[in-house]
């Protein structure tokens, strides 16, 4: 398995991967396995490669996984969860520091493909990116929506992330999640 960073004729493999894994595609059963709950377009995916990065699970030519990774300084449109969960920021402590006067990156979505699942994938991806990210950033920060709680046991259970207080968006509930890059 080799991890890295996208590259272009990565992009319409992580599209088709990330709309395999959206709710409107899954039934029932296999949302309880996690899903994600942007759709990004091929524009939307080139700008967050550029910014600060995709990281690429392969399993040589078929992608196994993918994880992105946004400056929270990036200007709108953002995805207007990523905005709900920048406004908390004053608020939230992690460190002994509020978020916002620490180096904090947006860390997400990511996807492994059914096939990988249970292969330790996600864990590789969040070893990769806590490297990608250090030398720049201080903490990682995602949402997870209430209703993914498979994915919310993956970040808390089996990559150790610390929960902050949930937030709200739309009628949604959702539970914010950081790590440290330094561990």
Request: charge should be neutral; proline fraction near 7%; include cysteine.
């Amino acid at each position: 398995m080799e991890i890295r960073r996208a590259i272009p004729k990565d992009y319409e493999k992580i599209i088709a991967l990330q709309q395999e894994n959206t709710p409107d595609q899954l039934s029932e059963e296999d949302k309880l396995q996690g899903f994600i709950v942007s759709s990004m377009n091929t524009q939307q995916v080139a700008a967050i490669n550029q910014a600060l990065g995709i990281l690429v699970a392969m399993d040589g030519e078929r992608l196994a996984g993918f994880l992105c990774m946004a400056p929270t300084d990036t200007p709108p449109p953002r995805h207007p969860v990523v905005d709900a969960m920048l406004k908390t920021f004053p608020e939230q402590q992690f460190g002994g520091k509020t978020l916002q006067e620490q180096r904090v990156f947006v860390y997400g979505p990511v996807c492994v493909g059914k096939a990988w699942r249970g292969h330790g994938i996600a864990k590789k991806l969040f070893v990769a990116v806590k490297e990608y990210t250090r030398p720049n950033y201080d903490v990682g920060a995602a949402f997870i929506n209430d209703l993914n709680p498979h994915s919310l046991a993956v970040h808390l259970q089996g990559l150790k992330m610390t929960a902050l207080t949930p937030f709200e968006h739309e009628q949604n509930r959702y539970q914010f999640v950081v790590f440290s890059t330094a561990g």
